[in-house]
């Protein structure tokens, strides 16, 4: 029998927050590099990596198990461009990346931490969308989805009152009617089979 993951992970735990980052080793420009924050078994990133086989695909997760089995399946399918690393990502993002390096990012189907006490595990902040604008490059994007309506909305708000760092490219306070890639993670999939609305917002760095 496998190894039981737990579905959600406190970020907050002590042994998280005592961590202290590295840079991570990256292949040199002008290689585009995209990256997946919370990346779960990167189902998303496997049907991208073959689509962009120039970029190089890596997957942020804090859970270690999920982080080998992503990497051990990479390698099964020869899928060179694409890898997991384990990773802190609200605070640890920062120390990972060289500013203006990263071509797009994509943060689908965060854990929405529904309870009032708990909304402050959740990932996207104001201070994490300051990192993200600092870490792409001009022009680079970010792709939000979720099927939950309220994660959504707050996430829209955070990005939207940081009208200096982002455009919205369905407009102000608008939301995405498409999937703009062609590539879906085990999360996006299960919403569609159920008849689930999925919000999106795609932004570009300004």
């Known amino acids: 029998m496998g190894k039981r993951i737990r579905h959600h992970v406190n970020p907050l735990r002590s042994e998280f927050l005592k961590r202290h980052a590295e840079p991570l080793a990256l292949p040199p420009p002008p ?70 390096r990263l071509a797009r990012v994509f943060i689908n189907f965060p854990d929405p931490w529904f309870k009032r006490r708990h909304k402050k595990r959740r990932l996207v902040t104001p201070e994490l969308i ?27 708000a955070v990005i939207e009152n940081a009208p200096t760092l982002f455009r919205n490219v369905a407009g102000p306070w608008s939301f995405l009617r498409e999937n703009p890639y062609r590539a879906k993670s085990l999360r996006e999939v299960r919403c569609e089979e159920r008849g689930m609305r999925i919000w999106r917002m795609l932004y570009r760095r300004l």
């Open 31 to 100: 290689t585009p590099i995209d990256v997946e924050l919370g990346c779960a078994d990167a189902r998303f990133l496997f049907e991208l990596a073959p689509q962009f086989p120039e970029r190089h695909h890596l997957g942020l997760e804090i859970r270690e198990p999920l982080v080998d089995e992503v990497n051990e399946k990479a390698r099964a399918l020869g899928l060179g461009n694409l890898e997991a690393r384990f990773a802190h990502i609200n605070i640890e993002l920062d120390a990972l990346f060289p500013d203006e």
């Open 130 to 156: 300051e990192v993200i604008h600092d870490k792409l490059a001009p022009d680079g994007e970010l792709l939000f989805q979720s099927d939950v309506w309220d994660l959504a909305l707050d996430a829209l």
